[in-house]
């Protein structure tokens, strides 16, 4: 198989691309074609998550697969394949399926694929989604954007050549989750009054480390990237960022800049990632945002974005309801502990998540963009988050002030160091 350079790849699948992106009713006008035929980019757990939801709740059709383990490319397409000839689709074949350092790029050059889904560890999304976006291919591609400020000004780059021709988003999911939505609109709208303060936390549990002995060095780290700020962000940019992106939403702004703290207290000797962050951010209007993280433990903690004003307090927790206390109240039906379950509920197993529907519909509003024509460009505001996270993440790191122009102003790249090419075959 000839070898595939990036640099070739980009400058041709351009060429291509300005020719081959067709109106929605052209390509699929007719029942026969009208399914979106999507690939998926890196083959772990979230991934192939998303795009169980998207096919449960579309008409996704899930062709190719591509990662650098065979494993990874066997589990996913047991289960995605599943997914497929559930609903009267075929099996996704083996010529579909890509390994190795380049199979992004293979997969990328099937002109069978209309959008793919990039679930890479985080670091490589910028590049993927520059050639996902240069092939002409509709692309979702998992939260952050970046893993640094250089990487977030590239995938700022590519949303100027998106011009409307394609839907290109991120996974922040929380904003498609109906509770939060509806929280976001009354909060806006002056349901709490003026806006005081805002307190987010994120308290997971801890990432247990898979075994890696006789692994290479890089095979060990890929596989527990969580563990390593170098592949994931850490637990910062992977969890909090989160609660991040649910504040810039509400409040329509930016942080002017941010201190923090924090450290690895607590975790295993493999990987540097931190276990907690404790990071403040000004925003404007004298808005003060707290933020706690932290992943370490044997149990899973709450999840919650507490907006404070002058006349109520707005909360929504992943479990725990989401709900306005003060002179507006209100309450989203969400249950607040198994406690307040009847025995109906229990028996129809009523959940407890205010996340229900987050995946489901942000596939949904994905796809519905492709079919209609009414494309989605939502990098401007994930790169946002994405820095706003980059930003506690580095004042916690080098426990200083740091500004929003002070990093934008850096163009600070985090080298992976990793060589991919040990895993082709």
């Known amino acids: 198989m000839a070898k595939i350079e990036r640099r070739t790849f980009l400058k041709s699948a351009s060429a291509v691309s300005a020719f081959t992106i067709l109106a929605p009713q052209i390509v699929f006008g ?7 035929r999507i690939g998926m980019i890196g083959c772990g ?12 709740n579309t008409n996704a059709n899930i062709i190719a697969l591509a990662d650098i383990y065979d494993d990874k490319l066997a ?17 996704i074949q083996k010529e579909n399926m890509y390994q190795g350092s380049k199979s992004y790029l293979r997969l990328l050059e099937n002109k069978n694929v209309d959008a793919v889904l990039i679930s890479t560890p985080a670091y490589a999304h910028p590049d993927i989604l520059e050639a996902a976006v240069t092939a002409g291919k509709h692309t979702y591609c998992e939260k952050p954007a970046a893993i640094d400020v250089y990487g977030c000004k590239q995938v700022l ?24 939505v509806e929280m976001v609109r009354r909060i806006q709208r002056g349901d709490i009054g003026e806006m005081v303060c805002v307190q987010l936390y994120y308290f997971s549990s801890g990432t247990p480390i898979l075994p890696y002995k006789g692994m290479s060095n890089d095979e060990a780290r890929i596989r527990n990237h969580f563990v390593f700020n170098e592949l994931s962000g850490g637990i910062y940019m992977d969890q909090a960022i989160h609660m991040i992106d649910v504040c810039n939403w509400t409040l329509k702004s930016k ?11 607590g975790h295993p000797d493999f990987g540097n990632a931190w276990t907690n962050y404790q990071v403040i951010y000004k925003y404007p209007d004298d808005v003060n945002v707290g933020v706690q993280s932290s992943k370490i433990g044997p149990s899973f903690g709450d999840v919650c974005a507490r907006f404070v004003g002058t006349t109520g307090i707005a909360e929504a927790h992943y479990s725990g309801g989401v709900f306005i206390k003060g002179k507006n109240a209100w309450d989203s039906g969400i249950v607040k502990s198994g406690a307040e379950l009847s025995p109906q509920q229990i028996a129809l197993g009523t959940s407890l998540s205010s996340l229900d529907d987050a995946d489901q519909n942000k596939g949904k509003s994905f796809i519905n963009s492709i079919e209609t024509g009414n494309y989605l460009n939502q990098l401007q505001a994930g790169c946002e988050s994405t820095l706003t996270a980059i930003m506690g993440r580095e004042a916690a790191i080098q426990q200083k002030v740091v500004t929003w122009d002070e990093l934008y102003s850096s163009s600070d790249k985090i080298n992976p160091e990793l060589d991919l090419t040990q895993f082709d075959k």
Do not use: W
């Not at 007719?30 to 979106?36: E, G, H, K, L, P």
């Not at 780059?157 to 939060?180: C, D, H, M, W």
């Not at 800049?257 to 207290?265: D, F, N, Q």
């Open 30 to 36: 007719s029942q026969n074609n009208s399914a979106i």
């Open 45 to 56: 757990n979230r991934g192939t998550g998303v795009l169980t939801a998207m096919s449960k």
């Open 75 to 91: 589990t996913a397409r047991k289960n995605l394949g599943k997914c497929n000839t559930d609903k009267g689709f075929a099996d």
């Open 157 to 180: 780059k590519i949303s100027e050549t998106v011009n409307r021709k394609l839907s290109v988003v991120l996974g922040f999911q929380i904003r498609y989750a109906t509770p939060y």
């Open 255 to 265: 942080p002017l800049h941010a201190i923090g703290s924090g450290g690895r207290k």
